[in-house]
């Protein structure tokens, strides 16, 4: 699977939009681009994937450049609840394809 | 959403006993599933990919012996921790797969935190 590469931290404050970015330069034609997050101590939950074009779901919106060898996460409004390990990760779409998790970045939403 | 639970939450076992993690798909069927380990701030490492009625597939370093895995029906898998020393403490979690439109989708489990005395 494509490796990606992303900031080891950042910080927002609540209410206002966390762009977290992903690099991912690597990534072949029939890999998604996939975002779970993980809050202290808890499995780690689905947030959003896409393939090439832009997607938005409840929770967030993901932004996949042209080439797609980077994406961004867009939270639209942070809240505290948000605070949490992101990661990024690159994979087909088999029963048995694996999610390789990175260190993520860790994302501090601040009141 | 996908539901996936594991039994128990958490767990604190005597050296040398064995401990066994149930991880089950509550509202889907999974033919595969996943079990990682995570150690405290680190991120989590795959440990094996269980098919159901099939063996288990181990990771590079992660003895199969040790870590014992079945996966007997479609929403149950089962890691067993033998013989479990101290340094086997760690936080455990599972995956399922899920078949949507757009392939599979992986889920899950809140996690087990073993500590082995």
């Known amino acids: 699977d494509a490796k990606t590469t992303q900031p080891t931290s950042m910080d927002c404050a609540e209410g206002r939009a966390a762009n977290l970015p992903c690099n991912h330069s690597?990534?072949?034609?029939?890999?998604?681009v996939y975002w779970y997050r993980q809050i202290h101590s808890q499995g780690p939950q689905y947030i959003i994937h896409g393939l090439k074009n832009n997607e938005t779901n409840e929770m967030a919106s993901l932004i996949i450049t042209e080439d797609r060898k980077s994406s961004t996460l867009i939270l639209p409004h942070a809240t505290l609840r948000d605070t949490a390990v992101y990661y990024c990760?690159?994979?087909?779409?088999?029963?048995?394809?694996?999610?390789?998790f990175g260190k993520g970045i860790t994302l501090s939403v601040r009141p | 959403g996908a539901v996936v639970s594991q039994h128990p939450s958490r767990v604190i076992c005597k050296s040398g006993t064995s401990v066994k993690i149930e991880c089950r798909s509550l509202?889907?069927?999974?033919?595969?599933m996943f079990w990682y380990r995570q150690f405290p701030k680190k991120s989590l490492m795959l440990m094996a990919t269980s098919n159901e009625g099939s063996k288990a597939t181990y990771e590079q370093g992660v003895e199969k012996d040790k870590f014992l895995i079945n996966h007997a029906s479609l929403t149950l898998s089962t890691l067993t921790v033998t013989s479990a020393h101290p340094e086997d403490s760690s936080f455990y979690i599972c995956?399922?797969?899920?078949?949507?439109?757009?392939?599979?989708?992986?889920?899950f489990g809140p996690g087990t935190r073993l500590t082995v005395t």
């Open positions: 990760i690159v994979r087909g779409t088999g029963a048995n394809s694996k999610l390789t």
């Open positions: 509202d889907f069927q999974a033919t595969t």
């Open positions: 690597t990534i072949s034609g029939n890999e998604y």
């Open positions: 995956s399922a797969s899920r078949g949507t439109s757009g392939g599979y989708e992986q889920y």
